[in-house]
């Protein structure tokens, strides 16, 4: 069984043999599919009649984005990505019927709505866009008929292996090559340790089976920052008896912790004197449904919020976004390098902070960006590199490791890009130093976007600012999770086309 890695001893052999034909599948999958499939999700066919960027389209679709003038308008970005995932998860297993409102209707969303389709939860989408999830309630999923196909989404794959390490029966998981290239071993260690039996590929990578058992609870702490990995502990814990615990030394975003609130559940959240934080949980409790309203997702507003300060005389309203204290760091860092953005009507929904932001061009200069505000924004790096080629100064950014692990090696394909527009810069092992004089770049670079959504999107930011067009090679990964970019980007007023620049 070349290339599979069967660390547990005592796993079934059909299991191992299933597991077998399912890498040999994925592999066939992989080698014959030039691009992800999945339906277009039902709210991003553009209002202009054009032919919607959706990733059923076999072939990869160039995305061109050219020197434009200010932004002006109103717009609300589709909903956060992490409470998508989450709503609809905590949904499946509660008791009762949950109604989502703003729910993300990306790609890597829908493949969690699927899942707990197959987990026996009855998920529905109204014609309103609310939609409706009736649980099978904690410790009564259903065995899958089918392998779960997480696509793009490493956020659905570990938070999904947590849920299904405590349910009796095999569940088996594949994805897309870029999500085959991730790392899921910081989530197999410890749902081992709790008891799942898990054959995967080596490092723990995709696609892989695992088998639930009845859990043991732990008392673990995180070797990183990662609330895909505390997050995936807590959903194996939902059906564990007794207390489980995840000890975390640099804090991470609490949606999970949030959401078990939301939904009725006891969770214990302890402040260390370190500023790391302490989880405990005690298994087993019910979940009852309760109605969500999922605000904006930060890391799409980033995109926008970037494009506005830099383009001059920008004046842009983000309505009903996210602000959660551990998601914000993007927009902090942004205010210290001079942009102007103003919170308005600040607020709390669903245990969520939630606010509209004002965001007017600015001029912005260099600076250090803390290492430890790291894990608030992790996934915002991307655009505040852009965001950096227009600052006068040095703007260091270390600390990134994480960002070498993601849907793409980002900082290295950052770099890149970076390199082929004209923007000086160092490349770190754990970050970037950008030295922009506050000119705008040269541009011109076809950017190669690696399956990578954020990569796509902050070059096409770029491209908007620079003397000459900016051309990403694959526009279609950008609907895993901002359905619509295009089509809301240029309604403020920028010009994006498909196709490749003069």
């Not at 954020?454 to 990403?472: D, E, H, K, Y």
Request: glycine residues 12%.
């Amino acid at each position: 069984m070349k290339g599979v890695n069967c660390q547990n001893k005592g796993a079934v052999s059909k299991v191992s043999f299933i597991c077998l034909q399912l890498y040999v599948t994925a592999v066939k999958k992989l080698a014959t599919t030039p691009g992800q499939q999945f339906p277009s999700s039902p709210n991003n066919a553009s209002k202009s009649g054009s032919v919607p960027m959706t990733s059923d389209t076999q072939f990869p679709v160039p995305v061109t984005a050219r020197p434009s003038g200010p932004l002006s308008g109103a717009a609300r970005v589709p909903g956060d990505k992490s409470i998508s995932h989450r709503a609809l998860i905590f949904g499946g297993v509660a008791v009762g019927t949950t109604t989502v409102s703003g729910l993300l209707e990306g790609e890597d969303v829908l493949r969690t709505a699927a899942a707990m389709r197959q987990f026996g939860a009855n998920v529905e989408r109204g014609e309103n866009g609310v939609w409706r999830i009736t649980g099978c309630g904690v410790g009564a999923l259903r065995e899958p008929d089918e392998v779960l196909d997480m696509g793009n989404s490493g956020t659905a794959a570990r938070l999904l292996m947590g849920l299904v390490a405590s349910a009796p029966f095999t569940t088996f998981f594949m994805g897309d090559a870029s999500l085959h290239k991730r790392p899921m071993g910081r989530v197999r260690v410890p749902l081992e340790e709790m008891g799942a039996k898990i054959i995967s590929r080596s490092g723990g990578r995709f696609p892989l089976a695992i088998t639930g058992q009845s859990l043991i609870p732990i008392d673990y702490e995180l070797p990183v920052a990662s609330a895909q990995v505390k997050s995936a502990i807590l959903l194996a814990a939902l059906d564990t008896p007794g207390i489980t615990r995840v000890r975390e030394g640099k804090r991470t975003r609490d949606h999970t912790e949030n959401m078990l609130r939301h939904f009725g559940a006891e969770i214990t959240v302890t402040e260390n004197a370190d500023g790391g934080r302490s989880i405990a949980y005690r298994g087993q409790q019910e979940l009852t449904a309760a109605d969500i309203i999922v605000p904006g997702d930060p890391s799409s507003a980033a995109f926008l919020a970037v494009a506005a300060t830099i383009l001059p005389g920008s004046d842009v309203t983000l309505s009903n976004i996210g602000l959660n204290p551990l998601r914000d760091g993007l927009f902090i860092t942004l205010r210290e390098m001079g942009a102007n953005i103003e919170i308005l009507n600040l607020r709390e929904q669903a245990g969520e902070r939630v606010g509209d932001l004002r965001i007017r061009a600015s001029t912005l200069h260099g600076i250090e960006v803390p290492p430890e505000r790291a894990p608030s924004m992790i996934d915002e790096y991307p655009v505040l590199f852009i965001a950096a080629a227009f600052a006068k100064g040095r703007t260091t950014m270390r600390g990134l490791h994480e960002l070498r692990v993601k849907e793409s090696d980002r900082l290295s394909a950052m770099a890149a890009g970076l390199k082929a527009c004209g923007v000086a810069f160092e490349e770190l092992e754990d970050g970037l130093i950008i030295d922009a004089d506050g000119t705008p770049p040269k541009g011109g670079g076809v950017i190669e976007t690696h399956l990578d959504h954020r990569i796509a999107m902050s070059f096409l930011i770029l491209g908007l600012a620079t003397q000459t067009p900016v051309t990403i090679d694959d526009g279609r990964v950008m609907e895993t999770s901002f359905p619509g970019f295009v089509e809301m980007i240029n309604a403020l007023g920028a010009t994006v086309t498909r196709g490749r620049g003069a």
